[in-house]
């Protein structure tokens, strides 16, 4: 039990354009997702709290309408990086937290690059 | 402050046992966890202690915890190389409201054949 699907696993795209990533829980359901960035070396950092059916919470810094996020049903949050420039490039990881249980489960991450 | 703070390298032996340290500074966080990362892929959880518990055994891993001194530390008997990767130690300070989970920096573990 406790999987988190998050596609694609790896993406390529030219700068400008838009991306969107998924994250699933598989058999759970998560209220709250989270959307992390892991730069080369280093450890997570926190992007934004998704909240199913409502806004998402971002941390300081991260830019709202830089990377939106969609939390639809209690199993799937998107990420939509808008416009993207090679200074998104990056590692995507998202994380569900099982309702009831303060434990997150993680995709396996989405690695984005952008020529 | 909310900074976890981990060693970034240990090199251990294959059959050795490893111990990963890690010091957490938000006494009143109420889980503590430990994820393995290997190379290009997500955070598997490996195990999570509660903050009122001392000692937590599931099968090659030992999670000791010391709330006075803020440590964490992992064991993990009998090291493979397929323990090879990077291990983050977290935590859910008050300062999130007990949801968010703060990451140490990582330490990568390589394990000698």
């Known amino acids: 039990g406790a999987v988190v699907s998050q596609h694609p696993s790896w993406v390529i795209c030219k700068s400008g354009t838009s991306v969107k990533i998924e994250c699933r829980s598989l058999d759970f359901q998560a209220t709250t997702m989270f959307w992390y960035r892991q730069f080369p070396k280093q450890s997570l950092m926190l992007m934004a709290t998704?909240?199913?059916?409502?806004?998402?919470?971002?941390e300081q810094g991260v830019e709202k309408d830089k990377f939106l996020i969609n939390h639809a049903s209690l199993t799937l949050s998107t990420l939509t990086v808008t416009s993207a420039h090679p200074e998104d490039s990056s590692f995507y990881i998202c994380s569900a937290r099982w309702d009831g249980k303060n434990i997150q489960y993680f995709g396996a991450g989405t690695r984005l690059s952008v020529l | 402050g909310e900074d976890v703070e981990q060693s970034l390298f240990l090199s251990v032996r294959e059959g050795d046992s490893s111990v990963i340290n890690c010091t957490y500074t938000?006494?009143?966080?109420?889980?503590l966890y430990w994820y393995k990362q290997e190379p290009g892929a997500g955070l598997q959880l490996l195990t999570y202690i509660f903050s009122n518990m001392d000692m937590k055994q599931d099968q090659r891993l030992t999670v000791l915890l010391n709330k006075k001194d803020k440590h964490l530390s992992l064991r993990i008997a009998d090291t493979q190389t397929g323990d090879s990767a990077i291990y983050f130690c977290?935590?859910?300070?008050?300062?999130?409201?007990?949801?968010?989970?703060?990451f140490g920096t990582g330490t990568k573990l390589q394990v000698i054949p």
């Open positions: 938000d006494s009143s966080s109420t889980y």
């Open positions: 998704s909240n199913e059916g409502s806004k998402a919470t971002y």
């Open positions: 977290a935590e859910t300070p008050k300062g999130g409201g007990y949801q968010k989970v703060t």
